[in-house]
Every structure is written in structure tokens, then in C-alpha cells.
């Protein structure tokens, strides 16, 4: 069974940095897509950033510049690092993983972490 675990939320200034990461469990052998979405109050999960198996990424535009999403093939984990906070960024971060390739030969789509919370304020 896949299990996606995130960490690394908390409370941060405004200007400060926070770097999130989610490690995908169970029998994968692989991982075509992985993102962060996240979900502030009153509002829509909106994408946050995504990054495919061999690397091209793509951004919201409120994030572009400030934040760096990467992964490790190997650990099936993906991470987000955030510069320059601002308090709009505050929300529940998710993590997500896409047509995932496990045992069986199987494929399976769409996985979802618990949420971490990100909370940017002074």
C-alpha cells in the first residue's frame, strides 16, 4: 500500500524559509509526476509546484523565484524548498503523487499526503 508522509511545516517570519519534504512508501518502483499543492482558508488546493520523473518543473506564479521543488528518484521523495515567505503563502501544504508503477506491474494514480501546515507570520 502507497503511503505519502510529509514534513517540515511550522512557523516562520515573514522573509524566512521553510523547506517541506514527502517520502513516498510501499512497493514503487516509480514515480512519473510529484507536486505540492497547497489549501489556504476559504480557498481552493491550488498547485503549487510539480516536477516530473526527469526533472522539467512547472510553477504557480506566485512562487516563481522563491520557491525550488526537487526529488530523489532513488527515495521516491520529493521536497519543497520556500524563500522569502510571505504571509499570503500561509496554508495546509499537500503532496502528490502521480502514475506510480509498483509491484505487479501495476500503475496507480493520483496519491495524496495528510498536510503539513504552513503558517508565515510576525
Known amino acids: 500500500q502507497v503511503q505519502l508522509v510529509e514534513s517540515g511545516g511550522g512557523l516562520v517570519q515573514p522573509g524566512g524559509s521553510l523547506r517541506l519534504s514527502c517520502a513516498a512508501s510501499?512497493?514503487?518502483?516509480?514515480?512519473?509526476?510529484m507536486g505540492w499543492y497547497r489549501q489556504a482558508p476559504g480557498k481552493q488546493r491550488e498547485l503549487v509546484a510539480a516536477i516530473a520523473k526527469g526533472g522539467s518543473t512547472n510553477y504557480a506564479d506566485s512562487v516563481k523565484g522563491r520557491f525550488t521543488i526537487s526529488r530523489d528518484n532513488a527515495k521516491n521523495t520529493v521536497y519543497l524548498q520556500m524563500n522569502s515567505l510571505k504571509p499570503e503563502d500561509t496554508a495546509v501544504y499537500y503532496c502528490n503523487a502521480d502514475r506510480l508503477l509498483i509491484a505487479g506491474d501495476k500503475y496507480e494514480y493520483d496519491y495524496w499526503g495528510q498536510g503539513t501546515q504552513v503558517t508565515v507570520s510576525s
Open positions: 510501499g512497493s514503487i518502483f516509480s514515480i512519473y509526476a
